[in-house]
């Protein structure tokens, strides 16, 4: 069983995306955290797979987090999610090693396939580039 981490400071976001990939992919636990500290405090104790973090939350933002993860943690695989999905923030998180932005809001069926993919460890489950991204409405 592998370990996602979701960090996210909105609580609707976070309940529902756990009820949908719980839903939609298999042999996973689901951690979740409301800003990068609270984060820092499961990765210190607990191997994580996926984070799949917002970008602006209060306390430690997404980029500090995974700044850290590159750091600290580098095997983790890092997802981010912004409702703000600017070209610089898409450049700002490419010069970070993060290749894939979730623009909210987004669609469910392709992030859990993402997911899938990653903890699959399948070829070519992150080959999107940076400017892709994907969004879609619910």
Do not use: H
């Amino acid at each position: 069983m592998k370990n996602i981490l979701l960090v996210d400071d909105n609580a609707l976001i976070k309940e529902v995306l756990v009820q949908w990939i719980r839903s939609t992919v298999e042999n996973i636990r689901i951690l979740t955290a409301q800003n990068g500290r609270e984060a820092l405090e499961i990765l210190k104790n607990t191997p994580v797979s996926l984070v799949l973090t917002d970008l602006q939350m209060p306390v430690m933002n997404g980029f500090e987090l995974i700044e850290y993860c590159k750091k600290n943690r580098p095997e983790i695989q890092i997802y981010a999610m912004t409702g703000e999905r600017t070209p610089e923030v898409v450049r700002q998180l490419g010069l970070m090693g993060v290749p894939l932005t979730v623009e909210k809001p987004f669609d469910f069926g392709e992030v859990a396939s993402r997911i899938r993919g990653a903890l699959a460890d399948e070829p070519g489950s992150l080959d999107v580039s940076p400017e892709q991204g994907f969004a879609a409405a619910i």
